[in-house]
């Protein structure tokens, strides 16, 4: 189909894009699994792709620039959140690369598409070393691992637990090692161990073996959970040692719940976080250029995206999907999707 895009402003950059990662959340808003998608809809916030034109006050882009747009595409920036460089905490609400109205009243539409038209301060750069394919995922779940873990501080003396070696999971591994952190995996998949210590874990269990947790009680500083799943957080939060913090990236069906005593006994916490801000996401596009991280990817074509999404539910991916755009096949009038 063909979808319209607006005339790029005086602050707007077009983009003409390359490649878009697939993300979890493209399911849940495609298949309306969370009741609130404005259709049609064109998912995708992980873009790559080539400055094409841009707006007569732009400075940090330019023509034939190679860049990447992540979840956000604006914020009110003057609330004390934006003003603080923390654009996803936008106290007026930020604006979604897809599925929200945008400046223009318009509906956002994502990164299915050949082109798209963005702030330019929500344009990063995509550093020369990271291929396209291999950066687009570190848009939404490179950074979404990233914030957590320079929030809380991570560095060589912390003992970090990921659960699920996942799109998000398998990327957090490689930062946590790239911070000098000793990371635990916890998985349901045996299959994955070998992964997990390639990508740079130092212990890798099944969460589903009670010696896993006796082992490991009381041994980590921080475990951040990538998974949907509805946990037994009590036995999670045994893993942790004093002051020790669980924290959600992951959106369970139910409300957690916890013994009160799980928590009070070590100064234990629960926390929860979201995307990373646009500092954040430039951050760890330069991270992990430095470090040599990308994210292991399949590609696929635009025929292949609903057979992608289920074999996503499947668990049937290591490790994310990306779509290569010059697939799309719509008659040009816009943008393409």
Not at 160 to 188: K, N, P, R, S, Y
């Amino acid at each position: 189909m063909v979808i319209p895009r607006r005339e790029p402003g005086p602050r707007d950059v077009e983009i003409a894009i390359t490649h878009c990662g697939l993300c979890h959340s493209d399911i849940d808003r495609a298949r309306e699994l969370w009741g609130s998608t404005r259709f049609p809809i064109v998912p995708g916030h992980e873009i790559i792709g080539t400055v094409v034109a841009t707006g007569s006050d732009v400075s940090t882009h330019a023509v034939g620039d190679r860049v990447a747009v992540g979840c956000m595409v604006d914020s009110c920036g003057e609330c004390i959140r934006c003003v603080e460089g923390l654009e996803q905490y936008c106290l007026r609400g930020n604006v979604q690369t897809y599925n929200w109205i945008g400046r223009d009243g318009q509906v956002t539409q994502g990164g299915y598409s050949d082109r798209v038209v963005v702030d330019e301060h929500f344009v990063l750069r995509v550093p020369a070393s990271l291929s396209s394919a291999g950066a687009a995922p570190l848009l939404c779940a490179g950074v979404t691992m990233y914030s957590p873990l320079r929030h809380w501080n991570v560095g060589p003396t912390t003992r970090l637990g990921i659960i699920g070696l996942g799109g998000l999971g398998h990327v957090g591994v490689q930062i946590g090692a790239a911070l000098g952190a000793e990371v635990t995996v916890l998985d349901l998949d045996e299959s994955k161990r070998e992964d997990a210590i390639r990508l740079g874990a130092t212990d890798f269990r099944v969460a589903t073996d009670p010696d896993a947790f006796t082992d490991l009680a009381e041994s980590l500083d921080l475990i951040v959970s990538t998974v949907p799943a509805n946990l037994d957080y009590g036995a999670y939060l045994s893993l942790l040692t004093l002051d020790g913090t669980f924290v959600n990236v992951g959106v369970p069906s139910r409300p957690i719940e916890v013994a009160a005593f799980a928590l009070i006994s070590h100064r234990r916490s629960i926390a929860g976080t979201r995307t990373g801000s646009i500092r954040e996401t430039q951050e760890v596009l330069d991270f992990c250029a430095d470090h040599g991280i990308e994210a292991e990817v399949e590609l696929v074509d635009a025929t292949a995206i609903d057979e992608s999404f289920d074999r996503m539910l499947a668990g049937d991916v290591r490790y994310r999907f990306v779509l290569e755009t010059d697939t799309l096949t719509a008659p040009h009038g816009g943008a393409r999707a």
